[in-house]
């Protein structure tokens, strides 16, 4: 399988539900980023979460990062209409800085 | 708050044809990247700059695409001859140093027809 890959691919929630977003990549990493895209639009970096910290926070988004397990989460506490958009995980791996995509999870917040 | 800018925000063009994306990074970045994204697929890496000259490239990043940074502030990707395949979101990216955070820019469409 590849490096970086989501579940769900969809969820859909209704406004005031919290939304958890999973990400498992392969390598090592330095980091883990978070992006949001709506539709057919750019990549809005939401959070950053390096390999020596387990748990981020900002606003109402979580980030945790499990590197034995080699897995992510985001979390979007209180969810409005206006999170709807798919959300990313790229790894910036070990001895390169180019980021890894994973697939995305296209979110849907119902109001 | 700075931002990476791209323009156009669309181009159509022929196939075959040769087309320049330009890109003006964040001021104070040093790495800049190009990534694509066809419709409907995940955010792929085509290339890194640093210090005036490609660091790493990806297999996509073939003979027909250059990057150019021709000044202090623009950042441009070429494609010399434009295939149908090469439709899809480009996206400029810049950050300041290793490990930090990659702004990308609003993104590029371009389709080939």
């Known amino acids: 399988s590849q490096q970086g890959e989501e579940d769900p691919q969809a969820l859909s929630i209704q406004e005031g539900e919290n939304a958890t977003m999973n990400c498992s990549y392969k390598t090592s990493i330095n980091n883990l980023q978070w992006y949001r895209q709506n539709s057919g639009r750019g990549l809005v970096h939401l959070i950053l979460i390096r390999s020596n910290e387990r748990e981020k926070h900002s606003g109402r988004l979580r980030v945790t990062l499990d590197t034995s397990k080699k897995s992510s989460s985001l979390l979007i506490t209180a969810s409005r209409a206006a999170d709807t958009a798919s959300y990313f995980c790229?790894?910036?791996?070990?001895?390169?800085?180019?980021?890894?995509f994973g697939t995305g999870t296209r979110l849907q917040v119902f109001p | 708050e700075p931002e990476v800018t791209q323009t156009p925000s669309h181009q159509v063009t022929q196939m075959g044809q040769e087309v320049i994306l330009r890109c003006v990074p964040i001021s104070n970045h040093l790495y800049f990247y190009w990534y694509r994204q066809i419709l409907g697929q995940k955010v792929e890496f085509l290339v890194s700059f640093y210090n005036n000259e490609i660091s790493e490239k990806s297999e996509i990043f073939d003979d027909q695409f250059s990057v150019e940074r021709p000044d202090g502030s623009n950042f441009t990707l070429k494609i010399r001859s434009t295939k149908l395949e090469d439709s899809a979101m480009y996206f400029c990216a810049s950050f300041s140093g290793p490990q930090e955070t990659q702004y990308f820019g609003p993104g590029t469409r371009l389709l080939v027809l």
């Open positions: 790229a790894t910036d791996i070990w001895n390169t800085d180019k980021l890894i």
